[in-house]
């Protein structure tokens, strides 16, 4: 980990895209004033450590991780895929200390916030304090989507599901040039997310390639038709809502 100079909150390279809820300048002025810095991880680092109380909450720059939780027996539940925009370390920063993993897949570049001003966003600025429970309910709808899906998908609903869920939101961080979207996690990553195997995985998603709905190799995911792929899913092609960025 190393600390890097600042990019001002006003020149933020992801604060204009769709995929965020717009910001008023008194908002992007607080920001600057809630900032204390940014950080520069390489691939493989871990951010957030479960059962630890970081004093930091961050704000993904740029770059893709995991929330990963290990259980007793040594085996790991993937929770969620880390990418632009995301907020981590919230948990910690309520509850003491972190009930998850975060881990770097490539080199990120995050926002640093001092967990100990965090207090300040409610006692101030009401309308952060309450962008901060949307995030916080966003992540909810979502881990509930994800229990349904584990619950009542198969195998091949299941994949499908994940990868248009994640294709849905890198077009919408500006991510779908050339054909495609960078997805650089491992079919392991996924398999330990959906509650499969890595070799059911592996069958599923040449299933899903022959079919020609899914082309997924070198790191970049391709979906020609995604209508086709969520009638797979059971899911919708609406790309996601605007959500608060911090």
């Not at 040039?177 to 990553?189: C, F, S």
Request: glycine share 8%; with cysteine; charged share 20%.
């Amino acid at each position: 980990m190393r600390m890097a100079p600042c990019i001002p909150c006003a020149a933020c390279p992801i604060r204009r895209l769709p995929a965020f809820v717009g910001m008023s300048a008194e908002e992007v002025e607080f920001m600057e004033r809630f900032k204390s810095g940014e950080l520069r991880v390489d691939s493989g680092t871990t951010v957030l450590m479960e059962g630890s109380n970081s004093p930091q909450l961050f704000t993904v720059l740029s770059g893709m991780g995991l929330r990963h939780k290990l259980l007793e027996n040594g085996r790991r539940q993937v929770v969620n895929f880390v990418l632009p925009g995301d907020f981590i370390g919230l948990q910690a920063g309520l509850l003491g200390e972190m009930k998850h993993t975060v881990e770097a897949v490539t080199p990120m570049a995050l926002c640093v916030f001092s967990r100990a001003d965090l207090w300040q966003v409610f006692r101030t600025q009401p309308e952060r304090a309450y962008d901060l429970t949307w995030i916080a309910a966003v992540e909810e709808h979502f881990l509930g989507e994800t229990v349904a899906t584990l619950g009542q998908r198969d195998a091949t609903q299941r994949i499908a599901w994940a990868l248009s869920k994640l294709y849905a939101r890198l077009i919408s961080l500006g991510l779908g040039k050339g054909g495609g979207v960078p997805l650089p996690y491992r079919q392991q990553d996924l398999a330990d997310a959906l509650g499969l195997s890595l070799v059911h995985t592996n069958k599923t998603l040449k299933r899903l390639g022959d079919r020609q709905l899914v082309q997924w190799r070198e790191g970049r995911l391709r979906i020609p038709d995604p209508a086709a792929l969520a009638e797979v899913a059971l899911t919708e092609t609406n790309p996601p809502a605007p959500r608060p960025l911090m």
